[in-house]
């Protein structure tokens, strides 16, 4: 190689690095951070699990999409969770005694 082609090769070497060099932050690249997963309770769970099957949605697979009444049991879903079943759903589990409690309950004498 010749003095010309190894000055080339760096100068685009050196140009290609400049291009390549970050110039703005990640956070207006792509936004500010989230502050990463919330909490959700056990109740909140499991209340959202029961309505989930009293929808009927239980058995869905991947081919769900498929299915003709998957939309009308994916709505019934959707505004039992946003509605007042939900806070019914949630009151009904809250109220039931804990199993874990009674079983320390029993250890616990």
């Known amino acids: 190689m010749n003095r ?3 000055l080339g090769i760096a100068a685009l070497s050196l140009l290609s690095a400049v291009a390549c060099a ?3 932050s990640p956070e207006q690249w792509v936004g500010t951070p989230d502050a990463g997963p919330v909490a959700v309770s056990r109740t ?10 009293r929808a009927g949605l ?3 697979g991947d081919d769900a999409y498929m299915d003709p009444t998957y939309g009308r049991r994916l709505a019934h879903y959707t505004r039992m969770r946003h509605g007042p079943e939900f806070v019914a ?3 009904r589990i809250e109220s039931r005694p804990s ?3 009674a079983m320390n309950t029993v250890v616990g004498r």
């Open 4 to 6: 010309k082609q190894v």
């Open 22 to 24: 970050q110039t703005v």
């Open 44 to 53: 909140t769970v499991v209340a959202e699990r029961n309505l989930w099957i």
């Open 58 to 60: 239980v058995d869905t």
């Open 89 to 91: 759903e949630m009151r």
């Open 99 to 101: 199993r874990t409690t």
